[in-house]
């Protein structure tokens, strides 16, 4: 008993070398014990993402996006959207929390593997036969990495978001990209 006291005396105390084991037993404590049990009650390997693009940013209105020529091809209309998630758009820099890929449905947002270094969180505006296409509500136009997905490819469906929290962590990375890319979304 004597020498869990004195451990847990170290860790109180106020020096350089206390901070530094407190840092490792609460990255150990994170990435081994918190994210795995996470990971494992929602179902995903991606329990939690930091958005790192402006791709579903609202910029306007949703009905506003919505009158885009894309969501008409797809046979998308203001009224079909009344119940979709996320009507406000995402931000750059928030944190999703994402449950399992089951049940998907058109409006969902869900975050992918797409072929590029990072998972992509985009919305569903299309599924046929397990296979789905996406868009960024965002972006203009349809990209190549949005179309003919497979299911097995979804990491899962996102829920709700923490605003700006994930800028704790993406400023560190934000300052490596293009000058365009860098910074809150306009």
Same mark, same amino acid.
């Given at each position: 008993m004597g020498k869990i006291k004195k451990i847990w005396n170290f860790l109180k105390?106020?020096?350089?070398? !206390? $901070?530094?084991?407190?840092? /490792?037993?609460?990255?150990?404590?994170?990435?081994?014990?918190? =994210?795995?049990?996470?990971?494992?009650?929602?179902?995903? !390997? $991606?329990?939690?993402?930091? /958005?790192?693009?402006?791709?579903?940013?609202?910029?306007?209105? =949703?009905?506003q996006i919505l009158s885009g020529p894309?969501?008409?091809?797809?046979?998308?209309?203001?009224?079909?959207?009344?119940?979709?998630?996320?009507k406000n758009g995402i931000n750059k820099g928030d944190i999703i929390f994402v449950v399992g890929p089951k049940n998907l449905k058109k409006g969902d947002v869900i975050v992918f593997a797409a072929g590029t270094p990072n998972p992509i969180i985009h919305r569903i505006i299309k599924i046929d036969n397990k296979i789905i296409t996406t868009k960024g509500d965002h972006n203009n136009g349809l990209l190549e990495v949005e179309k003919n997905i497979p299911e097995e490819n979804v990491y899962g469906r996102a829920v709700f978001r923490i605003p700006y929290l994930g800028w704790v962590k993406l400023i560190f990375f934000d300052i490596f990209k293009a000058p365009g890319e860098r910074g809150l979304c306009v």
């Open positions: 105390s106020d020096s350089w070398s !206390a $901070l530094l084991v407190n840092f /490792v037993i609460a990255f150990i404590i994170i990435k081994f014990i918190f =994210f795995p049990l996470l990971s494992l009650a929602t179902g995903t !390997a $991606l329990p939690l993402v930091i /958005v790192e693009s402006c791709s579903m940013y609202h910029s306007q209105n =949703f009905q894309i969501y008409s091809d797809y046979n998308i209309s203001f009224s079909d959207t009344q119940k979709w998630n996320f």
